[in-house]
């Protein structure tokens, strides 16, 4: 089975300033990792996703992760961030071909002025 | 292009209801899956269908079921609604095999349901 733990829900920071979200998995087969944002009141966006390869990964929005296999950790990062990247983040994981993404918690990211 | 579409976007029934809820995938993509979102947690994986063929399930009871018609389009349906059902239904539509996105699901705006 697979799992996924977010280890903050909630993570305020002040516009500019650098920020991490923190993921961990537990699988016992190889696997795809994926970030997802949500705004208020819609549905996921992916912002980047690890399939194989180079384990820092690049995405959207100026955000990257990197994929840890011996921590089994994929931590979300951002240099300098806006008052837009306001929003909640989901950290998931699936087997082969990307089906049946199993969800963390989430962590409400709060950018403060 | 069009992305993933739902319908409707809001829902309020009364607990013993039955609620259809429908969606349909981008253009061209065979796969689709459905997430329940309970307020403050994490999405969780209900269905997937693939070629019209039930392919996956999740841990949800049998008054929940699918169906995925010749366009690729589906239906999630509901029966015998509980308080506990009131959520965010998402839907996903998977990228065509051979591409780039094969691996990503992309998602819809949800359905909101609420029930009283």
């Known amino acids: 089975a697979q799992s996924v733990t977010q280890l903050d829900s909630q993570v305020p920071v002040f516009e500019e300033a650098p920020v991490e979200l923190r993921c961990n998995y537990s699988?016992?087969?190889?696997?795809?990792l994926f970030w997802y944002v949500q705004y208020p009141n819609q549905g996921l966006q992916l912002l980047l996703k690890?399939?194989?390869?180079?384990?820092l990964v690049k995405g959207i929005n100026g955000f990257e992760a990197e994929f840890n296999k011996s921590q089994t950790s994929f931590h979300l990062r951002k240099p300098s961030v806006h008052i837009s990247d306001t929003a909640e983040y989901f950290c998931?994981?699936?087997?082969?071909?990307?089906?049946?993404?199993?969800f963390g918690a989430g962590t409400i990211l709060r950018v403060k002025s | 292009d069009a992305g993933v579409t739902q319908s409707p976007t809001h829902l309020i029934k009364t607990r013993g209801q039955q609620v259809t809820l429908r969606c349909s995938p981008i253009?061209?993509?065979?796969?689709v899956s459905w997430y329940q979102q309970v307020l403050g947690q994490g999405p969780q994986f209900i269905f997937q269908?693939?070629?019209?063929?039930?392919?996956g399930r999740g841990n949800f009871p049998d008054r929940f079921s699918a169906r995925q018609f010749p366009n690729y389009s589906s239906e999630l349906n509901v029966n015998a609604l509980l308080l506990g059902d009131s959520a965010l239904y998402l839907c996903?539509?998977?990228?065509?095999?051979?591409?780039?996105?094969?691996?990503?699901?992309?998602f819809g705006p949800g359905t909101r349901l609420t029930v009283l």
């Open positions: 996903a539509s998977r990228g065509l095999a051979g591409g780039r996105s094969y691996n990503e699901q992309f």
């Open positions: 253009s061209g993509h065979k796969s």
């Open positions: 998931a994981v699936s087997g082969e071909y990307g089906n049946k993404l199993v």
């Open positions: 269908y693939y070629e019209k063929e039930e392919r």
């Open positions: 699988s016992s087969v190889s696997v795809y």
């Open positions: 690890y399939l194989s390869g180079s384990t």
